[in-house]
């Protein structure tokens, strides 16, 4: 009878062990992690603190170095960054003066800077065309004797400028329509009267024989009378 109470006595002991055990596993693995959770919270902690102290120390090197004299290569390189700016402020002054020159040109020149331009470039094209107009009088009289040409007969004589015809042969004509006449001074003029904007005067440009072009000007737009005077 002894027997079986001792066993019985054993099983409730194994039945009490086999219970007891994994809830002080669990409560021992849960202080572990526990501790462990501490431990990690502390180092994050001293890292972080770790972290602004090396921030701190790194600003304090940096003003030391710069508290240092400069070594000849970094005076160098020093120069050459502010030659560097210079040079793209210049850049930057260049832009802003070419923005403001292409808003120019897109609003479009003035009447009276656009007049001026056109007469400058017509007495330049007159010189040019007066100058060559001997050689292409020459030209024409091999080919058809002694007859005066019209100055459009003229104009497949005239040298080439630039690889393009010669400015002017179709804006001016001569004086006399029936051709230039031995000892006339003045031989060509501008085809057409070109009046100012304001409409209070009238041009036109004149070539003569040794290769001078002028502009002249008439408020009423008659250019007879100078024409006269000057042909001889």
Known sequence: MIMPKLGAGIVCALVIVSVVSPLALQ???????RKLNESLAQQAGQLTQLSVENEHLSR??????????LSTDQIN????????????????????????????????????????????????????VSLE??????KFAREHGD??????????YFPAFEGRRMPGLHTFNFVRDEGPRP????????ESTRWQSDGKAA?????FTDGTAVEVTSEDGDFAAWEKQHLN
Not at 78 to 93: A, F, P, S, V, Y
Not at 133 to 138: E, K, M, R, Y
């Open 27 to 33: 409560r021992s693995a849960a202080s572990k992690l």
């Open 60 to 69: 304090l090197a940096d003003a030391a170095k710069l508290a240092q004299p």
């Open 77 to 128: 390189e020093l120069l050459k960054l502010r030659n560097e700016i210079d040079r793209l402020r210049g850049e930057t002054n260049g832009i802003q003066k070419l923005r403001a020159e292409n808003r120019r040109l897109k609003l479009g020149p003035t009447a009276p800077e656009f007049e001026a331009e056109l007469s400058a470039q017509t007495i330049e094209a007159m010189k040019r």
């Open 133 to 138: 107009l001997p050689n292409a009088l020459q």
């Open 147 to 156: 007859r005066n040409p019209n100055f459009s007969e003229l104009r497949n």
């Open 183 to 190: 000892g006339d001074a003045l031989i060509l003029c501008e």
């Open 203 to 207: 041009k036109k440009v004149y070539g």
